[in-house]
């Protein structure tokens, strides 16, 4: 038989060649995302989802879908294209090396309220730390007359009232025909909080390096009276630097509350400490603990009556408890009464009438609570829910038509009226919610004529008291402040500006606008007669406003 011949092998098929553009699928992925990133930054994901995605949220969805284009690309070019090796290994290591000389170089200084990062050079020291420290130390005060309150003063926290409206003096908003004059302008130590006066005294709190300063100046000329300074600092990357509360001016003594826990009683006139305590220390408190429960620093402004100087509390205390308010005698800063076991937030303690009875109210971690003022015993309290170290609770809450209390806050919570039941013991239900409206995340609402005015995630906007419904919304101010003077809204925007907006539930109507400071701007305003007072981080100034009418100075 003929030998058989062997069968053929079949031709080995060798490897498609890998491509070197990204395949269909890669740009569908992009596109996908570059679709909801549309979504995100035209602010449609809101209806989906809910109003919790504000600005900052924004950005951190944008970060993250831009982050995930990048990997798309980047993943596929690494391990999937045709690129030689010596490519793509050189393309990755060049790309962590830019990645860790980038975090070696620099650091995050601060972030807007938006969450945008400013970067610093690592070696380059904070601004605070480049100016000189406490000035002038009470020794060195020479003996002047006892503060008396004069007409006009802006003694605390959102003015004499303690509601961020005044009414009056009449201002001209004419500031493009009638600009503002700028009386004096200076540096000044980190801190977000604002002034108080009392005549032409000025008093603000300030980080100067190690030191927590409280510092005096003059309204006419900014030169510094005298200081008061504690080696204390508070510094957060989300919160930044230095002290974030306004003090309080009563019967020519200055009282301040610092970021740390330090509260001080000193005599306006020559800037000696009457007496001071650690909060922390005095309650017990863990300091360490407070710190990762209140991560953004004390901000509460002391409440002074005609006997007591009435402040946030906090905890944990050795037991694991939290105290809501404590309250010292006025004279001596001996302890008269704790009141509420709840953590604080970052609002100030207020009096007001309600029911027919003077109270001390406040808004908690996650509540709005009365407390009894002669022993700090709790009256009522309604549920406003909230966490010190994540969606803080940082606007003040408003009593309006006798026993109605309104209240905002961002991280998606909004506004809310609640209004008071009879019966044995106080309770408040809700009038209504908006979760979408008046997103105060680090600012306030001035209330005029029943309606409510405040930046709702940046956007000014007004809100009826009766119904919460939105009247108008308008102009992009950034995370800043506002102040009712008379039937002017002004607005101090988180760029520096100063706006004059129409104080009328009909429509946004910009009145004027000046340039008034730089930089990232939180701080409240002062208005002190015609003189307005405005500070950031970096830098104060005064400037005095026209008047629609002359007349005598307030």
Known sequence: MPPRRPAPKSPVKSAAPRPLVPPVRV??????????????????????????????????????????????????????????????????LGLLAAVGLACAVFRVERVSGDLVPQLAFRWAPSRDRLLPQAAKPAAEVEVAAAWTPTLGDFSRFLGPQGSASLEGPILDPSWESRPPEQLWRRPIGAGWG??????????TLEQRGDDEIVSCQSVATGDVEWTVSVPA???????????????????????????????????GASGRVLWKKNVLDDLGIDAAAHGLAVSW?????????????????????????????????????????????????????????????????????SSVAGYDPADGTELWRFDWPGHSNSDATCSQAHVFDGGRIFVSKGYGAGAAAFELKAGDRPTFEAMWRQPGLLKTKFTNV?????????????????????????????????QGQVLRVGGLLIVQAESGEVVAVACSPEKHRVMGRFAAIDGQTWNNLCLTGDRLLVRNAEEAACYRLPLAARGPAL
């Open 297 to 365: 620093g004390r901000a509460g402004s002391p409440l002074v009556t005609e006997s007591l100087v009435i402040v946030p509390g906090g905890g944990p205390r050795q037991d694991g408890s939290a105290v809501s308010l404590v309250a010292y005698n006025r004279a001596t800063g001996e302890r008269r009464w704790t009141g509420g076991a709840e953590q604080i937030s970052y609002v100030s303690p207020q009096t007001a009438s309600i029911g027919g009875r003077e109270i001390v109210f406040t808004v908690n971690e």
């Open 27 to 92: 740009f569908v992925t992009l596109a996908s995302l570059a679709a909801a990133m549309a979504m995100v930054r035209m602010g449609l994901l809101e209806p989906l989802v809910g109003s919790i995605v504000d600005a900052a949220v924004r950005n951190i969805i944008s970060l993250i879908l831009a982050f995930s284009a990048l990997m798309a690309v980047l993943g596929w070019f690494l391990f999937q294209s045709g690129h030689s090796a010596w490519l793509t290994r050189s393309v990755g």
């Open 233 to 267: 600092r508070h510094e957060t990357v989300l919160g930044g630097v230095g002290p974030r509360s306004t003090p309080t001016i009563a019967g020519g003594a200055v009282y301040t509350t610092g970021a740390t826990g330090w509260l001080h009683a000193i005599d």
């Open 446 to 478: 001035a209330i005029h004529d029943g309606h409510a005015y405040g930046l709702s995630d940046g956007i000014l906007e007004c809100v009826s008291l009766a119904d919460g419904a939105r009247r108008w919304k308008g102009g992009r101010y950034g």
């Open 194 to 203: 604002g002034f108080a006066t009392c005549g032409d005294h000025a008093v």
